[in-house]
C-alpha cells in the first residue's frame, strides 16, 4: 500500500507563477482570427450581394438553393425557393458544424475563448 505526501497548501512563493514564457500569446492570435472570421463571415452571410461573378460563386453562398439567386448562380436548381433570409444560411451551417465539432478547432477555441 501506498502512502501519499501530504502538504499544507501551495509553496509560500511571493509570485503568482514562476513562468516566464508569453503562454497566452497563442490562445489571443487564435481569438482575434476566430472573431474576425466569425464577424467576416456573418457580413457576407447578411450582405447579400457581390457573391457572383460569372462563372465564379462565392463559397458561402454555394451552391445558391433559393430564389434570391442571382441569375445564372443556381446551378442545382432552387429546392428552398420558400427561404427568405440570406441563402449563405442555409450553407454555412455544415462548415460551422464540422469545425465546431472537430477536435483540433474545439481545444483551441475553448482555450480561446473560455480561458
Do not use: H
Not at 456573418?42 to 457572383?52: D, I, K, L, P, Q
Not at 453562398?61 to 427568405?84: A, H, I, K, M, N
Not at 454555412?92 to 480561446?112: E, N, T
Request: with cysteine; charged share 15%.
Amino acid at each position: 500500500m501506498s502512502t501519499g505526501v501530504r502538504s499544507p497548501g501551495r509553496a509560500r512563493l511571493p509570485e503568482r507563477t514562476l513562468r516566464q514564457d508569453r503562454w497566452w500569446l497563442y490562445p489571443a492570435v487564435t481569438f482575434t482570427v476566430f472573431t474576425a472570421f466569425i464577424v467576416y463571415a456573418t457580413w457576407r452571410a447578411f450582405s447579400g450581394s457581390n457573391y457572383y461573378s460569372t462563372p465564379y460563386l462565392s463559397p458561402f453562398y454555394s451552391p445558391c438553393l433559393t430564389s434570391d439567386c442571382v441569375e445564372g448562380s443556381s446551378d442545382f436548381g432552387q429546392p428552398f425557393s420558400f427561404w427568405q433570409l440570406s441563402p449563405a444560411l442555409i450553407i454555412l451551417i455544415f462548415p460551422l458544424g464540422f469545425r465546431m465539432s472537430c477536435y483540433y478547432y474545439r481545444k483551441a477555441y475553448y482555450r480561446s475563448f473560455w480561458l
